[in-house]
């Protein structure tokens, strides 16, 4: 299995960190084009709560690197544009942005949070266009295979979807990297092995993959509900048991981006053992033999 920070030293032959930007889009779920308002579990930041979309971005890669370097020696950068859909508004602004984020020296990667809707021609042209200058990494948020899960949680797209975005990105030689998401109301440990299985599947495989918890967040529908009337969660055993099967379904070529993620602590509701994401690490590694 190779983990994140292993295939970056690999391949770029020193650790690299990621700067959490804002492209300031929005989301054709959220705007109201795909007719749901977001989905269920997304807070008001997008998945980009530790961003800061308010300054341009200059401001946004110093405000980024400032927290970084006052823990590491960082020297080389990741430019991840994570909240919203990121393929989604104003194409050349997007593109001016995005070349202007990896003209940079220090930017060895930009890596992009999207829907696999949104990619049509002109998208796909202008990704290809990007990738000709620095690598660049697709993030798509599938979180399930489940049709029937994606409709109550409304992802406003279906699995075919998907498919067709997976195999235009693939097709056009660009790194793709799956979100999965364990612990969404009314799946079966079966049916989340299911979406890893069917990620395994696929010909050819995703080049990276993120699991994690589903986190239930303040503000959001999905928090709102469970507030009014809370349903079991998984434990964090249970949750680790998970992560270190999908270990073995993947294939060993699929880079593992994420083990557990991190919510805002002031926005989280539940599960509380999401908190301590040392000791969640731990106990994936103990369950799979890692340690």
Known sequence: MRFLSDYLKETYGEKIYKLSLSSGSTCP?????????????????????????FLPLDGQLEHAKALIRSKTGARRYIAYFQSFTNTYGDLPALRALYEDAISREEIAILALGTR?????????????SLAEKKPLW????????????????????????F?????????????????????????????????????????????????????LLRGTRMGDAYEKEPWPLLSMEEYADLVAESFSILPQDTVIHRMTGDAPGKLLLAPEWTRNKKRVLLTIRRRAGLL
């Open 116 to 128: 696999p809707d949104c990619l049509g021609p002109e998208v796909m042209e202008m990704l290809v």
């Open 138 to 161: 697709i993030e798509l948020g599938l979180q399930t295979v489940h049709d029937s899960t994606a409709r109550a949680f409304q992802r406003g797209y279906p699995l075919s979807a």
């Open 29 to 53: 779920n959220r705007d109201g084009k795909a007719g749901w308002g977001g989905c269920a579990f997304c807070s008001e930041g997008g998945s980009g709560d530790f961003a800061a979309p």
């Open 163 to 215: 498919e067709e975005g997976y195999s235009r990105l693939k097709k056009a030689g660009i790194t793709v990297i799956v979100h999965v998401i364990f612990g969404l109301p009314g799946e079966t440990r079966e049916m989340m092995l299911d979406t890893v299985r069917y990620l395994a599947s696929l010909d050819p495989p995703p080049d990276g993959v993120k699991l994690q918890m589903l986190y």
